[in-house]
């Protein structure tokens, strides 16, 4: 089977920006420039240059052309791993911006899906994380704080740690599995505010309640997180028995 010409020009630039001939934020020749280099039409390069936006390689802007963007850190959603271990992973420098931590009594919210007595304490952690110099998401844990005590005397060790991992070494618990629901809509200007974000951009706003053995729940994590920086995969396997 014959590979489409424009396939073919993808994979060419796929692999000079992979390879370094285009750096991250460096313009890519025009369309007209493509189209004499590979002696293709307008559609065809049009297309391969779709795929390539599609596969998270470029952005086009009008007035500005094509250029190489940063890739964006996976999160595997078949694998119970913390906002930090995931940017880590790919070799990015994560830090913290503002820090609070507080015990305050569980919203309601917050109460139903911990189990919670009206009233019980949680402790409200907000942060925001950093990646590579860039503002990427806000981040509000609220934990049973019966399982966590003295966690506001541990703020500075949140600074250089994820959560998960403070909790797994300060406290000795086993996160066991999660449930998490993940929707996406343009910023609007609490968004733009936190983030410090200058124009309208998607953002995905996460719940996440998660579990320790035997089905306690233990946390509710609710986030906001720049969709053009950072980027979901869900494992599927099998079909589903009739």
Request: avoid cysteine; charge should be neutral; aromatic fraction near 8%.
């Amino acid at each position: 089977m014959q590979i489409p010409l424009y396939m073919k020009v993808g994979d060419i630039l796929k692999k000079e920006i992979q390879e370094g001939t285009y750096q991250v934020g460096e313009l890519l020749p025009t369309e007209d420039d493509l189209e004499k280099r590979f002696s293709a039409s307008r559609t065809t390069i049009r297309s391969a240059l779709g795929k390539l936006e599609r596969d998270g390689l470029i952005i086009r802007k009008q007035g500005k052309g094509t250029i190489v963007r940063e890739p964006k850190p996976i999160q595997n959603l078949n694998l119970l791993t913390s906002f930090t271990e995931t940017l880590r992973e790919k070799g990015i420098v994560v830090e913290t911006g503002d820090l609070s931590v507080e015990s305050i009594p569980a919203p309601p919210r917050v109460a139903q899906a911990l189990n919670l007595d009206k009233g019980q304490k949680v402790y409200l952690v907000r942060r925001t994380r950093i990646a590579d110099g860039y503002p990427i998401a806000f981040m509000s844990n609220y934990l049973a704080a019966n399982m966590v005590p003295g966690l506001e005397e541990k703020k500075n060790l949140l600074r250089i740690k994820g959560l998960y991992q403070l909790l797994e070494e300060e406290y000795d618990l086993k996160l066991i599995r999660a449930q998490e629901t993940i929707e996406a809509y343009l910023s609007g200007p609490l968004e733009m505010d936190i983030l410090q974000l200058t124009e309208r951009i998607p953002v995905f706003h996460t719940v996440r309640t998660t579990y320790l053995a035997e089905g306690k729940p233990f946390e509710l994590v609710v986030s906001i997180i720049r969709a053009d920086r950072y980027e979901y995969r869900v494992y599927l396997e099998n079909r589903p028995q009739k």
